[in-house]
C-alpha cells in the first residue's frame, strides 16, 4: 500500500508514521506536514531515512498542490490527522482552524475522490477525529458512536464539521471512509500547550502550573503509542463508513491528574514531597470549557479486539522519563512562538 499520512511530522502522527514504518516495511509511508509550529521532524529523526518513508513538506489548503502528489504518488489510503489542534488557540483565532480543519479536509476529500472515483476498490480516507465534537457530559454517562454532535470550542466545532463533510463524501459520492474519535492523548513528543507536558516543562523549571478554574473538569486519557495501535487496527480492520470511540477507560479529575503527576514528578527529580504541588495556582477559566468527556470505547473493543496496554501511571512515567531525557526538544520547541504564546495566554 501507499499512504498519506496529514500531520505525521505532529504528536499523534509521527507515532502513526513510525509504528507503520515498522510494523509494514512492504508499504510506502508518504508524511505530508505543512510544519507548523506544533509540526517537528524531530520527531521522526530515527526514521528519516527508511527506504519506504518520503516527506513532503506542504499545506492540506494548498488544492492544486494536493491534486498533484494524489496523481503523482498513487494512495491507496489517506490517514488524515493534520489539524490545529489547540482548544486555547481556537479560542484566540477560530479563522485558522476552519482554513485548515474544514477547508483543508474538503480540499484532501476533493482530491481522493477525483483521483479514486474511477474505481474506489482497495481505497480508504481515514479520518482522525476527537471525542470533543460531543460536547459535554454532566457527572454521568459515556460518549458513544450516536451521541448527538454538540461542540462548544471553535476546534471542536471544526472538527465536527470536518466529520461531517467526510460522512457527506461517503454517503453523496460513495467515498470509501473511516472515522476514529478518540480521547485525549498524553505521551511523548506532545506540545507543551496541552496540560500533561505543559505542566511537565513548568514543573522541571519550577514554573507555576495554571489549573482552569476549581480543576473539577473530567477528562479521558489514552496513552499516545495505544492510539496508534488502534488507528493501525481501524486501518486495516475498521468497516467502511463506520465510527469508531477510541479511549482509554481511564476517566481522571484534573486536579487529581495534576496531584499525580506532581508526586511522580517529586520523585523522579528527587524533590521533597508537595513541592511540586506547591507550583499550582488557579486561574481564571477557559470561556466555554467542557465540564466532563467520557467514552465508550466496547466497539472497537469488541469489533477489533483493541484495548489499551499501559495503566495511566505507568503511561505517566514513561511520558515524564521521555521529557526528562530530551532535554534539547523541550528547549528547541519552548523557544521562539511559544514564548509569545505562554506570555498572551497566561498573562
Ligand atoms: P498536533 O498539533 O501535535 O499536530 C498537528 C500536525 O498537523 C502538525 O505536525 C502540523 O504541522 C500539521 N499541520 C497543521 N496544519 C497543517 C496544514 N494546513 N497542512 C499540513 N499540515 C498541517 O496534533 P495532534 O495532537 O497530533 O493531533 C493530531 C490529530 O488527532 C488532529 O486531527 C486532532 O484533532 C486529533 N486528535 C488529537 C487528540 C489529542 O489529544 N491530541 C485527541 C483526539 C484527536
Ligand atoms: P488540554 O490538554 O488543553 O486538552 P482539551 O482541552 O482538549 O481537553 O486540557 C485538558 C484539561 O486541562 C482541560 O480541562 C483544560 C485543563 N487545562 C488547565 O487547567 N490548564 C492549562 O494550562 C491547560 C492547557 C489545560
Known sequence: MN??????????????????LTNYPNYHIYNLDALTYAGNLENLKDIESAPNYTFIKGDITESSFIHTIFKKHKFDAVIHLAAESHVDRSIYDPMAFVKTNVLGTVHLLNAAKSTWETDYTGKRFYHISTDEVYGTLEDTGLFTETTAYDPSSPYSASKASSDHFV???????????????????????????????LFINNIIKNKPLPVYGDGNYTRDWLYVLDHALA??????????????????????????????????MDKRLGRAVGESES?????????????????????????????????????????????????????????????????????
Do not use: M
Open 231 to 264: 488507528i493501525d487496527l481501524v486501518l486495516h480492520n475498521g468497516k467502511n463508513a463506520e465510527t469508531y470511540n477510541i479511549g482509554g477507560f481511564n476517566e481522571w479529575k484534573n486536579l487529581k491528574l495534576v496531584k499525580l503527576l506532581c508526586k511522580q
Open 167 to 197: 460522512r457527506a463524501y461517503g454517503e453523496t459520492y460513495g467515498l470509501p471512509y473511516v472515522i476514529s474519535n478518540c480521547s485525549n492523548n498524553y505521551g511523548p513528543n506532545q506540545f507543551p500547550e496541552k496540560l500533561i507536558p
Open 279 to 347: 507550583l499550582i495556582k488557579y486561574i481564571k477559566d477557559r470561556p466555554g470549557h467542557d465540564l466532563r468527556y467520557a467514552i465508550d470505547a466496547s466497539k472497537i473493543k469488541n469489533e477489533l479486539g483493541w484495548e489499551p496496554s499501559v495503566t495511566f501511571e505507568e503511561g505517566l512515567e514513561k511520558t515524564i522519563d521521555w521529557y526528562l531525557a530530551n532535554e534539547e526538544w523541550l528547549k528547541n520547541v519552548t523557544s521562539g512562538e511559544y514564548r509569545e504564546y505562554y506570555g498572551r495566554q497566561y498573562k
Open 3 to 20: 499512504i498519506l499520512v496529514t500531520g505525521g511530522a505532529g504528536f499523534i502522527g509521527s507515532h502513526v508514521v513510525r509504528r507503520l
